[in-house]
C-alpha cells in the first residue's frame, strides 16, 4: 500500500477566526504520487483502513496581542468595564473601543453582571467564579508556551473561552497497523502544525424591525392571508475580492460571513426570501439545508455562463425560499434574458447589426417567477400570488440592456397575469437608481420620453419597443411616506430616510466608489397592501450597532445611569498581534460594505403584505 502524507495544510477563515463560526482547515493529502480527499483517511472515516489522519486543536493559555472591542471585533480594545472584573465574567465580554461603545452596551452588561453574580459561591468570603464560565481541559507546553487541548477533530467551532486567544491546528498521519488487534498506531511523516490569528467575538449583526403603518390596518383586520417578503443581494463569493473592496480580507471570507447572513435572515424570519448572487455550490451546500432546517424550501435559478475559479466552473443567481407552513408551490418560471436575445438578432436584417446585438445583450442575467398558495386558502377559496426574483445587468453603461430586461420579464409577468388574475411581488437588485428610466418603468408604467431620449440606443433596440405595462406597480418603500407622525414616532424617522422625491430609500448599496439604492421591492396594489416595512438604517447604524430596546435601533442617549466613568478603566493595549494578522483597527472615513458586522455591500429590505380580497381605493397602494 503506497505511502500517505500531508503535502500542506492552510486555513480558509484567514484571519477572520470568530466565536461560534466552524473552522475547517485545507489538509492537502498524497498517497503515493495521487491526490486523496481527506475524507478518505479521516478519523472515523467509513473509508478509514492502514492509515488514518489525526486532528488536534489547541488554545494559548494566554491572551495574544491586545484584546479587541466586543461590539466591534475588527477594532482594538481601549477601555474596560471594572464591574466586569468584579464579577468575575469572563474579560473578552468587558473590552470596548470607545466609551460610548461601551454605553450603548450597558443593558447587556447588566445583564452579565447578574448572571455572573448569581453562578458565582463564596468561599472564605473571596468571590469565586463558576466553573461554568472557565471549563477545565488538558494542556501542553511547548517551547515554554502553554497550549490548552480544545477538539480532536478537524472541524472547529471556537467558544467564548477562546475569544482573545490564538488556536493551533495540529494534523498528522498514523498507521495503525501491529500490535494485537491492529490497536498500535505510529506516526508516520512529520506533525504539520498552523496558528490562527487570535479569536474575535461573535459577530453583532445590527437589528432591524417592522415598522408598522397604523393608518393600513383598517385594511386587515381579521384578516389572516398575511405574510412578509424579503430580498437581499448577499455576495456571491465569487465576486468578494479584496481588489473590489476596502475592508480586510477576513471579513470578505464566505465562511465568515455566511454566519452573519443566516444570522439575519433568521432574525427578520420572513414567509418568503428572495436572494441574488447565490453561488450554486452554497445553495446546494449551505442555504438550502441551513433553511430547511428552519421551516423553508427553495427553487433556484443559476446563470448559464458563469466565472472559472481555480478549473471549475461557478455560477450565481436567484434563489426564492418560502416557508412550508405559510405557502405551497404551484408553479415555477425560470427567465434567461440570454434566450430572449434571439429575438432582438431576428428583428435585425444586417449580419453585422445581429451580431453587435448577440454581443451587447448577451449578459446572463437571469430572474425567477414563483406562484405560492396559501395553504390556508382551501376552505375560503384558493388565493395565489406571484414572487418575481430578479439580478439586472450592472453596467452603468448599459442603460438600454437594463430597460430591455425589465421589459421583457414585465412582459413575462403580464402574461401569467392575463391567465390568472393574482397578485405579484417583483424584487430584486435592479442595479438602477429611483428616477431612472428603468424605475420610472416600474412603477409608472412608462419611460417618460425625457429619460427615453438620453438613453444610448445605439441599435434602436428601445425605439423598435413598446415600453409600457398594465400590472400597476408601486413601491413598498414609498408607503412608509403616508405613515402618520402622530401615531408612530418611528415611522416618522423612517421618512427621513427615504428619498422625498421618488420614495426610496436613500441606500441599498454602499460600496467604494456608489453610496444609492440598486434594490427594491415592487406590488400590484389591486389586491395586496403593504401594512409594515423593515426599518431602513443609517450609516452610523451599520457602522456602531447598539443593543436594541425593541423599539428600532437603540439611542446611544437612553444609558443607564450606572455608565459612568467608575465603570470603565483605560486599557491602552498594544495594537499588535502574535500573529500579525490584524493589521490595527480597520477604520475607514465613510462607511463602506461589507464590514465585520454587515456581510454584504447590499442591506436588506423587507415589507409585510395583506391578501385583501376586494379591489382597494385608488390611492390605498401608495405609489
Not at 491572551?63 to 482594538?76: D, I, K, Q, W
Not at 481601549?78 to 443593558?107: D, M
Not at 476596502?246 to 420572513?270: A, D, G, I, V
Not at 430572449?340 to 431576428?346: C, P, R, S, V
Amino acid at each position: 500500500m503506497a505511502l500517505v502524507s500531508i503535502a500542506n495544510v492552510k486555513l480558509t477563515t484567514g484571519d477572520g477566526v470568530c466565536c461560534g463560526i466552524s473552522i475547517e482547515p485545507y489538509i492537502g493529502l498524497k498517497k503515493g504520487d495521487t491526490s486523496v480527499s481527506v475524507l478518505e483517511i479521516e478519523e472515523g472515516a467509513p473509508n478509514a483502513g492502514q492509515y488514518q489522519l489525526r486532528s488536534r486543536w489547541y488554545r494559548s493559555a494566554t491572551p495574544a496581542g491586545g484584546s479587541v472591542c466586543l461590539v466591534h471585533p475588527e477594532r482594538e480594545a481601549n477601555l474596560q468595564c471594572t464591574l466586569c472584573l468584579k464579577f468575575k465574567v469572563p474579560a473578552h465580554f468587558s473590552f470596548h473601543c470607545t466609551p460610548e461603545c461601551l454605553r450603548s452596551s450597558w443593558n447587556l452588561h447588566l445583564k452579565l453582571h447578574d448572571k455572573a453574580h448569581n453562578a458565582a459561591t463564596y468561599e472564605n468570603g473571596v468571590l469565586e467564579p463558576s466553573p461554568n464560565f472557565y471549563p477545565k481541559l488538558n494542556s501542553l507546553s511547548e517551547k515554554g508556551d502553554k497550549w490548552i487541548e480544545v477538539g480532536k477533530s478537524r472541524i472547529y467551532t471556537p467558544t467564548p473561552e477562546d475569544v482573545g486567544h490564538v488556536l493551533k491546528f495540529e494534523a498528522y498521519i498514523i498507521e495503525t497497523t501491529g500490535g494485537k488487534n491492529g490497536s498500535d498506531a505510529y506516526m508516520v511523516g512529520k506533525l504539520h502544525s498552523i496558528l490562527t490569528s487570535r479569536v474575535r467575538p461573535t459577530p453583532t449583526v445590527p437589528i432591524r424591525h417592522l415598522i408598522s403603518l397604523p393608518q393600513r390596518q383598517a385594511f386587515h383586520k381579521s384578516n389572516s392571508f398575511k405574510f412578509t417578503i424579503l430580498t437581499y443581494n448577499v455576495l456571491a463569493d465569487v465576486y468578494a475580492q479584496s481588489d473590489l473592496f476596502s475592508c480586510p480580507s477576513w471579513m470578505l471570507q464566505w465562511n465568515y460571513r455566511k454566519h452573519n447572513l443566516l444570522t439575519e435572515l433568521m432574525t427578520y424570519k420572513p414567509d418568503v426570501i428572495c436572494l441574488q448572487e447565490v453561488q450554486d455550490n452554497h445553495y446546494e451546500q449551505f442555504w438550502c439545508p441551513e433553511l430547511q432546517k428552519a421551516g423553508y424550501v427553495g427553487v433556484f435559478k443559476n446563470k448559464a455562463v458563469g466565472l472559472f475559479r481555480e478549473n471549475k466552473r461557478i455560477s450565481d443567481g436567484c434563489a426564492t425560499f418560502f416557508r412550508t407552513s405559510k405557502f405551497s408551490l404551484r408553479k415555477k418560471y425560470e427567465v434567461e434574458f440570454n434566450q430572449a436575445t434571439k429575438n432582438l438578432e431576428e428583428a435585425k436584417t444586417d449580419p453585422q447589426d445581429r451580431r453587435s446585438v448577440r454581443i451587447r445583450f448577451t449578459k446572463d442575467n437571469v430572474a425567477l417567477l414563483t406562484v405560492l398558495e396559501f395553504n390556508e386558502s382551501v376552505q375560503s377559496g384558493r388565493k395565489l400570488v406571484c414572487v418575481a426574483n430578479t439580478h439586472i445587468h450592472a453596467n452603468p453603461d448599459l442603460t438600454d440592456v437594463k430597460i430591455w430586461q425589465v421589459h421583457t420579464l414585465l412582459k413575462g409577468l403580464e402574461k401569467i397575469k392575463s391567465s390568472a388574475d393574482i397578485p405579484m411581488i417583483v424584487a430584486g437588485d435592479f442595479n438602477s437608481t429611483p428616477g431612472s428610466a428603468v424605475h420610472s418603468l416600474l412603477v409608472r408604467g412608462e419611460v417618460p420620453s425625457g429619460l427615453i431620449s438620453s438613453v444610448n440606443d445605439p441599435f434602436n433596440v428601445l425605439k423598435d419597443l413598446q415600453l409600457k405595462h398594465e400590472l400597476q406597480l408601486s413601491s413598498a418603500a414609498a408607503a412608509i411616506d403616508h405613515a402618520s407622525s402622530k401615531v408612530d414616532s418611528r415611522a416618522t424617522r423612517q421618512r427621513l430616510r427615504i428619498d422625498p422625491k421618488h420614495k426610496e430609500p436613500l441606500f441599498t448599496n454602499l460600496g467604494r466608489d456608489f453610496k444609492g439604492t440598486l434594490d427594491y421591492i415592487f406590488y400590484t396594489h389591486k389586491c395586496v397592501i403593504p401594512t409594515a416595512i423593515l426599518e431602513l438604517p443609517v450609516e452610523s447604524e451599520l457602522q456602531h450597532p447598539l443593543v436594541s430596546n425593541g423599539g428600532g435601533f437603540s439611542s446611544s442617549n437612553n444609558l443607564s445611569s450606572m455608565a459612568n466613568g467608575s465603570s470603565m478603566s483605560s486599557n491602552n493595549l498594544s495594537s499588535n498581534n502574535l500573529t500579525n494578522g490584524l493589521g490595527g483597527s480597520y477604520v475607514g472615513g465613510d462607511l463602506e460594505l461589507p464590514n465585520a458586522l454587515c456581510p454584504s455591500d447590499h442591506i436588506a429590505l423587507m415589507s409585510e403584505f395583506v391578501y385583501v380580497p376586494t379591489p382597494l381605493p385608488q390611492n390605498a397602494g401608495g405609489r
